[in-house]
Each structure stands twice: as C-alpha cells, then as structure tokens.
C-alpha cells in the first residue's frame, strides 16, 4: 500500500513523536511505501537550532520506502491556550497542503488532536479519491469542557458538530484503549468501523537495567529517585508533587526528577521556588535515548493526571514505564484506564489526584518498601509485552488499513 500519514510531530522533536516514527518505519520495513507529511520540529520540543531555509515544503528520504515531507514555517508558539488553539488550527492546514501536492495514496491515516485534522484529512481524502482513517490519541472536546479548559458553550457545540462530522466521513476510526472505543461507540459511531488498538512501547529498545547517566550526572546514583518526565500542562496534577515533596523534604534521600515542558513549567518552577524545595529538580524535554536510560534507572516514575480528567486516558509514556521494568506511582482518578492497568499488572499502586498526603503516604511507604520494588517493575514489563508489544500493535493496524484498502470508494454523489 501507498499511506499518507498525517503527522502531529515528528522526530527530531522530542515528545510523543516517537509513536509516529515507530509507526512508520514499521509499516515501511513490512513493504509499504509510507509517506509521512508533518510540520518542522518545533524548537520548544527539540534540540534543533537551524531554521532549515525559507522554504515552504521540504521532503526528506529516509529509506526506498519512507519519506517526510515538512511542510509550513516553523511554530514558534508558546504554550498558552492562545498558541496552543493557533496551533492547532495550523497544523492542519499545512497538512492539508502537504497532502495535496503528493501523489494519490491508497489510505491516509491521520491523528487527532488536533479535531480539524479529521476535517483537513476528509477535504484532502475527497481531493484524491481515496479514504482516510483517524487514530484517535485523546477525546475532544470532551477533555477540554470535562477540564474546564473550554467553558462557552457556542465553541463546544461547534467542536461537536466536527466531531461527529469527522466520525461519520472517516472509513476507519482506531482508538488506544478499550474505554475510548466505547465512548466513540457511545456517540453514535458505526460500531464496525471503531477498533481498539493500543500504542506500544518497543521492547528491544527500552530496556530495564540502564547505567543511569543522567542520574550520575547529577549527583544521584545514592539516591530514592521517583521521576515525571512529559507534558507539564493543566490536565497534570504536579502541584500535589510538589507539595508533597515539600512534606517529604526531611529524607534528604528522596529526590523528585520533573522532565518536560508545557504551558504550567514556568509556574511550577515558581510554586517549587516559593515552596523552598530542595528536593526537586526540572529538566528540559531529553532525547530519547537518555529519556530510557532515565525512566528505566529511576526507582519509581509517577504518571499523574487531575481529578477533572475523567475522559479515558492512557498516555503511551505509562506503557514506556512499564516496558522500561519501572513501578510506576499513579496519581489518577481510580477510574481511569491508568489505574485499571498499573492494578491489573501489579506493578505500582495507586492514588487519588490533589491529596499531597496520600501522596507522602505513597512515597513513603515506596521508600520504606524499595528493597521489593524490581519484582513489581518487572511484572509492568512482563504485562507490558504481552499486550503493548510495536509488533503486535502494528500488525494489528496493517490488517485494518489492508481491510479498508480493499474495500470499494463510498459513492461521493450527494
């Protein structure tokens, strides 16, 4: 097949990309011919200094079989709501255009967020005469009215009008756990076209038992180290994490690694300076390789999400934690996907959001409790690779991307 993968990011930026590139270079090494049509790496996210020219579209060949093409200007937008809103209305639109001045593939496959890239991916899909699909990474605006974020109504309604407008164009809908399958399904989605198949971690690259430089370097090989690494953004509940690193303060042993970026860093960095911790330190946003060195060497990584958050969630990075064979500390609604699966593979426990003493709770008895801590990261390993393989992952969208290919152009008539 020829596939155009529409692309939120893509390396060299350092985030969540990492899905896209995996995905691309696995389907390009099965004998698809992959395209991926992406944005220039946003310099907030990456090492990357140069301005690549002035040009409005670059291609780049990476192998026979896998080609990006950049399309658009850089983005050098903050994190605001603003920028992130303008953002996503951009990102889109270069998209678009990248899409259109390609050759005529066989399936586009885009990702949402952004939700007017479903719209984008339907405009261009009827342009070429092909079909698109969707993989649906987080549920919008449902997160965003859930949250707060979006509190008009008018804007909300709108945004529904697009959801359901892309649900029902899009040949196929993927989804990355079996709760957002259902909430899709509970909207009235075809229940034929939504599938459930979840990100992946890559189990001959994450390894447990790294050297763990970055906590060399930074003087912390004697240490309790418990590590965030991601988005800094309003749906994480760090300001409990730094709170009760406050409480916890008094075990100079204890020592808290926040990596990452995002609209709320510089107001963390000011509630931990006003707090006088001296037991956290902020990072930016590593590469991938010291990222799995560092979640791998950590005693305990903390995935967290706020109460509000009651859309299903399951950011890929729980899944890298796992396969890294490091317990993870969950600070989530207990009904969350997170929760029901650090549970289910017994590989850490379990708190509720914005309660700085249970936390402390956690962490303590995670500290007294440390000497016990391997068995549990290797079961998250275990469980890891037998449900969240790249293989097995990947495998399964080839065969619903192969189903759609066959499968005859709807009527464009009316």
């Not at 389907?27 to 690549?52: A, I, M, N």
């Not at 890929?316 to 650090?342: F, Y």
Request: glycine share 6%; hydrophobic share 40%.
């Amino acid at each position: 097949m020829n596939i155009i993968l529409m692309a939120n990011g893509f390396p060299p930026e350092l985030t969540s990309t990492r899905l896209n590139f995996e995905m691309a270079k696995e389907l390009s090494q099965r004998g698809h011919r992959v395209q991926v049509v992406t944005v220039l790496p946003r310099k907030r996210y990456s090492d990357v200094s140069e301005t690549r020219g002035g040009r409005m579209i670059r291609r780049e060949t990476l192998t026979e079989t896998l080609v990006v093409l950049r399309v658009g200007f850089r983005l050098s937008l903050g994190e605001g709501l603003a920028s992130r809103a303008a953002q996503y209305l951009l990102m889109p639109f270069y998209q678009a255009i990248g899409v259109l001045v390609s050759p005529r593939p066989d399936v586009i496959l885009c990702e949402s967020p952004p939700l007017l890239a479903g719209i984008s991916a339907w405009f261009v899909s009827r342009v070429k005469r092909t079909k698109f699909a969707i993989r649906i990474q987080d549920i919008h605006p449902d997160v965003l009215e859930e949250t707060g974020l979006i509190k008009s109504g008018l804007l909300i309604s709108v945004m529904r009008m697009i959801e359901r407008f892309v649900y029902k164009k899009s040949a196929l809908v993927t989804t990355i756990s079996p709760a957002y399958e259902e909430r899709i399904r509970s909207k009235g989605v075809n229940r034929d076209k939504v599938k459930y198949i979840p990100n992946w971690a890559d189990d001959q690259r994450i390894r447990p038992d790294k050297a763990g430089e970055l906590r060399r370097r930074l003087n912390l090989s004697d240490a309790f180290v418990i590590t965030y690494a991601g988005t800094m953004s309003w749906f994480q509940d760090l300001e409990t994490v730094l709170e009760a690193a406050k409480i916890v303060g008094k075990n100079p042993r204890i020592r808290f690694l926040l990596i990452g970026d995002g609209a709320l860093k510089n107001g963390l960095t000011r509630k931990a300076e006003q707090l006088h911790t001296k037991n956290v330190t902020f990072l930016p946003f590593q590469n991938r390789e010291i990222y799995y060195d560092t979640i791998a060497s950590s005693d305990v990584c903390l995935v967290s999400l706020k109460k509000a958050v009651t859309t299903p969630e399951m950011p890929s990075k729980v899944l890298e934690i796992m396969m890294a064979g490091t317990p993870i500390l969950a600070n989530v609604p207990q009904r969350s996907d997170i929760s029901l699966v650090v549970r289910d593979a017994d590989c850490g426990i379990v708190i509720e959001p914005e309660n700085p003493m249970e936390f402390v709770k956690a962490v303590t008895w995670l500290y007294d409790n440390r000497i016990g801590l391997r068995e549990a990261g290797l079961r998250g390993r275990r469980y890891a690779s037998e449900r969240f393989s790249l293989h097995s992952s990947i495998s399964n969208l080839e065969k619903e991307l192969t189903n759609l290919n066959s499968q005859a152009l709807p009527s464009t008539s009316h």
